[in-house]
C-alpha cells in the first residue's frame, strides 16, 4: 500500500507535467503560463504534515527523495517542452530548480555548522586561510610574487595530514577567501550594470572559481595514500594533474583563465626566462612542486629539502640573468636591417561611466580624436586606439570613418580603433536574433577607402556573451544586462610590418598567438578597454599574462588600453615607458619585430591538449585503482 501510494504520487506528476507539455502557448523563448503550477498543486497534498493523513506517509517520510523525483519530472518536462516547442516556461523552470536547491542550500549550512564546532575543522580553515590568503597577494603588481614557492605550504600540510572533511572544508574557504581577494574587482561593472544581477553573478563566480580549488583538494586526498610498488606516484604527478584543471579554464564556454598558479612570478623577468621552453603550465608545476617538498620537509622532518624552493629560484633567476645578458636581449633592441614599426598609443582615459552613455557619445569621441590630433605630431607608422574607443556601431558613424581616414592620410599612418558591429542575419537562417553584432577592431589606411576588420575571438563569459548559447539558442532570449556579440573565426595578419590585433581578453590564449605566428606574424598589438576594472590591481594583472605572452612565443606587444595600462613588451618580456592608469596619454615607441623562435611556439599546442589528456588519464587511473584496492582488501 505504501508504495503503490508513492507510485501514485509520481503517476500524478507526471500527468500534471504532461498537461503542461502538451497544452503550451505559442510564445518563443522564456514565458509564463499559470497552467505551470499544476504539479505543484498535485504535489502539495503529498507533504502536508496532518496525522490524519495516513496516505500521505510515503512521500512524507522519504521528503528528500521525494524532492528530487519532482524535480527531475519537471526537469523532464522543460526538456520534451523545448524539444517539442523551443521555449521553456520559467514557473516551471524555477519549480524545477528551487526545492533541490533548497535542501542543498540548507545541507551545506548545516555541514558548516557541523565542521566549525569541530577544532580539527577549524585548525584546518586557519592553516588553509593563511596559504591562500597571503597566496593571492603574490600576483602582479602586489608584492609576494617569490614567495609563492612556499606560501601554500599550511595548505599542504592540512591536504596530508588531516581528514578529508576538514580538509575540503579548509579549502572550500580558503579558497572563497582567495577569489574574494583576487576578483573583487569584478563588482565594478556594477557602475554600468544591473547592480542587484551583477552582485549574485559575482557571488556565483566565487563560488564557480571556488570549485577548481576544492577540485584540486580532492584529487591530492584522493591520491595521497595511493602507492604503486610502494611510491606515491600518483602524488608524486599531482603539480601535472592540476595543470591540467587550470588548463580547464581556458578552453571551455566559461573560459577565465586569470589565477594560473605560475603568473604570481610576473614581477621578476630574470626568473620568467624559462618561460619558451614549458610555457605557463610549466611555471605552474614548478610553484607547487616547491610547495610540496617544502611540506614533505616539515612532515618528515627532513628540514634540508627547506632550502629547495631558494635553490630554484636560483637557478630560474641565473638562467634568465644569462639569457637577458645577451646582445640581442637588450631591452627593445634593434636587429640589424630591421625596419621596426614606431606606434602612437591613444590613452584618453575616458570614465566608464560616461563611455556607454549614449548621451556622451559625442564628448567621448571628439576627446579622443582631438586627444590624438593634438598629439601625434612625430612621424610614426601606426596609429593605435583603445577597444570599443568608438562606444557605437561603426557604420552608424560615418562622420567618424571619414574623420580616421583623414587621421591616416595626414599622419601617412595606419589607424587602428575599436567599435561595434553587426550584420544583419538572413531571414532563412534566423531563429531568434536579427542581427550578429560583434566586438571589433578597424584598421584605416592610407589610399584604402574600405577599412578592415577584425572580430574579438574569446568573449568575456557573462560580460559580452552567454555561455553555451551556440548549443541551446534558448538562451538568446537571456538578458543579465550582458552584450551578446558574436565571436570571431579569423586570425589577420596586417602588410607591410605583419602585426596581427588581438582585443582584449583575446591576447591571453596561446592558442590564438601561436596560430598568428603560424601565419606570419611578427608582433600583437593588443586593444584593450580595462576601465571596467576601476583602480584595482587588475589591469596590471592583465598586462602580467600578456607579458608571459609575449616571452613564451617571443612577440613583442604594443598594447593600449583606455585607461591604462598602455605600454611596449619586448621578446623577453622588457616593458617600456608603461602608462599609469586613469591617466591622459599619448605613448610613441618603436617596436623591434619578432626576430627568433621558439620551443614553446612548436611544442605549446601539444603540452596544453596533453595536460587536459592527462587529466583525464589520472582521474581514470585513480578510479581503477581505488576498485582494484577494494577488491583485494
Request: glycine share 6%.
Amino acid at each position: 500500500m505504501k508504495s503503490m501510494n508513492y507510485k501514485i504520487y509520481l503517476i500524478l506528476l507526471a500527468i500534471a507535467t504532461a498537461i503542461i507539455v502538451f497544452t503550451n502557448p505559442d510564445i518563443p523563448g522564456f514565458y509564463i503560463q499559470p497552467l505551470q503550477v499544476l504539479p505543484l498543486v498535485f504535489a502539495l497534498p503529498f507533504f502536508l504534515p496532518f496525522k490524519f493523513l495516513k496516505w500521505n506517509e510515503p512521500v512524507r517520510k522519504n521528503a528528500v527523495h521525494s524532492v528530487y523525483a519532482f524535480s527531475l519530472i519537471q526537469a523532464l518536462g522543460i526538456i520534451a517542452d523545448y524539444i517539442a516547442n523551443t521555449h521553456v516556461g520559467l514557473i516551471q523552470l524555477a519549480l524545477c530548480a528551487l526545492p533541490s536547491l533548497a535542501i542543498w542550500i540548507f545541507r551545506f549550512i548545516r555541514w558548516n555548522v557541523r565542521c566549525f564546532k569541530n577544532k580539527e575543522c577549524r585548525t584546518a580553515a586557519a592553516l588553509c586561510s593563511i596559504a591562500w590568503g597571503f597566496f593571492a597577494f603574490a600576483y602582479p603588481p602586489l608584492p609576494l610574487g617569490p614567495a609563492a614557492l612556499v606560501l601554500l605550504v599550511p595548505w599542504f600540510l592540512v591536504l596530508a595530514k588531516h581528514s578529508p572533511k576538514a580538509a575540503i572544508f579548509g579549502t572550500y574557504w580558503s579558497g572563497m577567501l582567495f577569489n574574494v581577494i583576487s576578483f573583487w574587482w569584478i563588482y565594478n561593472v556594477m557602475a554600468v550594470g544591473p547592480s542587484g544581477i551583477i552582485f549574485f553573478g559575482l557571488f556565483l563566480a566565487f563560488c564557480f572559481f571556488t570549485s577548481y580549488n576544492i577540485a584540486g583538494a580532492a584529487l591530492f586526498i584522493w591520491a595521497r595514500d595511493k602507492r604503486i610498488f610502494g611510491k606515491r606516484i600518483f602524488l608524486a604527478l599531482f603539480p601535472f594533474a592540476w595543470a591540467g584543471l587550470e588548463m580547464t579554464r581556458t578552453v571551455t564556454e566559461l573560459a577565465f583563465p586569470w589565477t594560473h598558479l605560475g603568473y604570481t612570478l610576473g614581477n621578476q623577468l630574470q626568473v620568467l626566462q624559462l618561460l619558451p621552453y614549458i610555457g605557463i603550465f610549466g611555471y605552474t608545476v614548478i610553484v607547487l612542486y616547491c610547495n610540496m617538498l617544502v611540506a614533505h620537509a616539515i612532515l618528515k622532518k627532513r628540514y634540508k629539502l627547506c632550502a629547495i624552493p631558494v635553490l630554484i629560484f636560483g637557478a630560474l633567476f641565473i638562467q634568465g640573468t644569462t639569457v637577458l645578458s645577451s646582445e640581442n636581449a637588450k631591452p627593445f633592441h634593434e636587429n640589424e636591417g630591421e625596419d621596426s614599426p614606431t606606434i602612437s598609443l591613444i590613452q584618453p582615459s575616458v570614465p566608464q561611466t560616461d563611455k556607454w552613455n549614449y548621451d556622451y557619445l559625442d564628448s567621448v569621441t571628439t576627446k579622443t580624436f582631438q586627444f590624438a590630433e593634438d598629439s601625434v605630431t612625430s612621424k610614426t607608422d601606426i596609429i593605435a586606439f583603445a577597444e570599443t574607443a568608438i562606444p557605437d556601431h561603426i557604420s552608424r558613424q560615418p562622420g567618424m570613418q571619414q574623420r580616421l581616414r583623414d587621421l591616416a592620410i595626414k599622419n601617412d599612418a595606419t589607424v587602428i580603433i575599436g567599435a561595434l558591429d553587426h550584420e544583419r542575419i538572413p531571414d532563412s537562417l534566423r531563429i531568434f536574433k536579427k542581427y550578429k553584432v560583434f566586438n571589433a577592431a578597424f584598421s584605416f589606411t592610407p589610399g584604402k577607402h574600405k577599412y578592415e576588420r577584425y572580430v574579438k575571438k574569446h568573449l568575456v563569459p557573462f560580460s559580452e556573451k552567454v555561455p553555451f548559447e551556440k548549443y541551446l539558442k534558448i538562451l538568446s532570449y537571456v538578458d543579465f544586462g550582458e552584450s551578446d556579440f558574436v565571436p570571431g573565426t579569423e586570425t589577420p595578419v596586417y602588410k607591410p610590418f605583419f602585426w596581427t590585433p588581438f582585443i582584449c581578453y583575446d591576447a591571453i590564449f596561446g592558442d590564438i598567438i601561436r596560430d598568428a605566428i603560424r601565419k606570419g606574424s611578427r608582433m600583437m598589438l593588443n586593444i584593450t578597454n580595462d576601465g571596467w576594472f576601476g583602480r584595482s590591481p587588475a589591469p596590471y594583472n592583465h598586462i602580467n599574462i600578456i607579458r608571459y605572452r609575449a616571452i613564451e612565443h617571443a612577440y613583442p606587444v604594443a598594447r593600449v588600453a583606455n585607461t591604462g595600462v598602455s605600454g611596449f613588451i619586448d621578446q623577453y618580456g622588457n616593458y617600456y615607458d608603461n602608462t599609469k592608469i586613469f591617466t591622459d596619454r599619448v605613448l610613441t615607441g618603436k617596436v623591434p619585430l619578432r626576430s627568433h623562435d621558439t620551443l614553446y611556439t612548436h611544442i605549446g599546442d601539444y603540452i596544453e591538449s596533453g595536460l587536459l589528456w592527462f587529466l583525464l588519464l589520472y582521474i581514470a587511473s585513480l578510479s581503477i585503482f581505488s576498485i582494484y584496492k577494494k577488491k583485494t582488501a
